[in-house]
């Protein structure tokens, strides 16, 4: 073979590999061990579920299992039962564990499995199930739930500290909760009619930070908007941590130099770290409620 006819020879065989299908590869090597620590558990869509169960409260039986239990508003939960969210220890050989029933000491309340593609499985004996997805290498889940009653709720596991201890030094975290809020509207009662009140809904949203002083107290600085209109709102108070992470926030009352009137001052709302750096809250909001992530600034 000439020195030619190598060189088209091996031309050729380049020509093939450039144009013959790439092979995929997905991703593998997930076992249970990949999901081990203490989880704090989102759900994201609760809130909206929430608002679908208010409207339609004789075709729905959406939020039963998302705000009653799962891994949201769970008596099982670390953290204690917060709306829409939890906190759950994984012990990397598949079980769930969580604080017993009366809470006291510590029991399995779940299972998980994880395939060798990170897909997973979750159970809470309480009779909620989940598909999820691993990611991140084990420090997030994110699952939807696959039992009836749950009507597809989704939201996710963060990996999170073990245990939380406030060093005192100010910090200060950001957040933009955004949601529904219920308004009641009444018709009728007059010339011997019946009044008859029903829900609807308006928009709300908002976007602030909240510093916290290691004294205990907070400062508030935050746009709301509310009843169709944005104004600015600084408000102040009190928080407690608890060594498990959760957060326990407490508004002053409003004075003349809080911006805004009492209607708007926020109602005590919880949430819980899942690092120094980030976090999650539930704000109480009429007779609903929405959550919001907090991120350290």
Not at 45 to 57: K, R
Not at 202 to 231: C, D, H, R, V
């Amino acid at each position: 073979m000439t020195p030619t006819h190598k060189t088209l020879v091996v031309a050729g065989f380049l020509l093939c590999g450039l144009t013959m299908p790439q092979a995929s590869y997905a991703i593998s090597g997930c076992t249970n061990a990949r999901l081990t620590g203490t989880y704090n558990a989102q759900v994201s869509s609760a809130s909206l579920m929430n608002v679908l169960n208010t409207l339609n409260p004789t075709t729905t039986s959406t939020t039963t299992s998302t705000l009653q239990g799962g891994f949201g508003n769970n008596t099982n939960s670390l953290s204690g039962a917060v709306p829409g969210l939890g906190r759950y220890f994984l012990d990397g050989n598949g079980n769930i564990d969580g604080v017993a029933s009366g809470g006291v000491g510590y029991a399995t309340i779940g299972s998980y499995t994880v395939n060798d593609d990170c897909t997973a499985t979750m159970t809470l004996n309480s009779g909620q199930t989940f598909n999820a997805l691993v990611v991140a290498g084990g420090a997030r889940v994110l699952f939807i739930e696959s039992d009836a009653s749950g009507a597809g709720a989704v939201g996710e596991l963060d990996i999170a500290a073990n245990a939380c201890l406030f060093n005192g030094a100010p910090q200060t975290f950001a957040f933009n909760p955004f949601g529904a809020q219920q308004v009641t509207t009444s018709s009728g009662g007059t010339g011997g009619t019946t009044t008859t009140t029903a829900a609807t809904f308006q928009p709300t949203s908002a976007l602030g930070s909240i510093t916290f002083y290691g004294n205990g107290s907070f400062s508030m600085k935050e746009w709301l908007f509310s009843s169709g209109s944005l104004q600015p709102l600084n408000a102040t108070g009190t928080y407690t941590f608890g060594m498990n992470c959760s957060l326990q926030l407490t508004f002053n009352a409003a004075t003349s130099a809080t911006t805004g009137s009492a209607a708007t001052t926020p109602s005590p709302f919880q949430g819980q770290l899942v690092s120094s750096s980030s976090g999650f809250v539930v704000i109480p909001n009429g007779q609903n409620f929405i959550s919001a992530t907090l991120t350290a600034q």
